[in-house]
């Protein structure tokens, strides 16, 4: 089983809104934190949330505000809000997941990535 799945990306506009999903394995879902990376071209990958046990979460300036990260228990899934966004927003998304630590500094897991393209 693919420990993780990215899914939700595309196109929109300026202002605009999506809403990417991350389908996980039991086991990955169960790691002491998981988060959402991006990297654009010619740039590093960077975190931009992340959310540790407790439900304690973390965002980057540059989303804070405008984007959500949460769970659903339920079904494995790790979610993440985009609002508002912005042509710099324009990335590869990825999901991760870190098994031994809480901070998703050190991912071992990592999903394929969903383009997220903002055009202005």
């Known amino acids: 089983q693919v420990p993780l799945v990215e899914s939700g990306g595309g196109s929109v506009q300026a202002g605009g809104s999506l809403r990417l999903s991350c389908a996980a394995s039991e086991y990955t879902y169960r790691s002491y934190c998981m988060g959402w990376f991006r990297q654009a071209p010619e740039k590093k990958r960077e975190m931009i949330a992340r959310?540790?046990?407790?439900?304690?979460?973390y965002y980057a300036d540059s989303v804070k505000g405008r984007f959500t990260i949460s769970k659903d228990n339920a079904k494995n899934t790790l979610y993440l809000q985009m609002n508002s966004l912005k042509p710099e927003d324009t990335a590869m998304y990825y999901c991760?997941?870190?098994?031994?630590?809480?901070?998703?500094?050190?991912?071992?897991?990592w999903g394929q990535g969903t383009q997220v393209t903002v055009s202005s």
């Open positions: 959310i540790a046990w407790g439900d304690s979460t």
């Open positions: 991760a997941a870190e098994s031994t630590g809480a901070t998703c500094l050190r991912p071992n897991y």
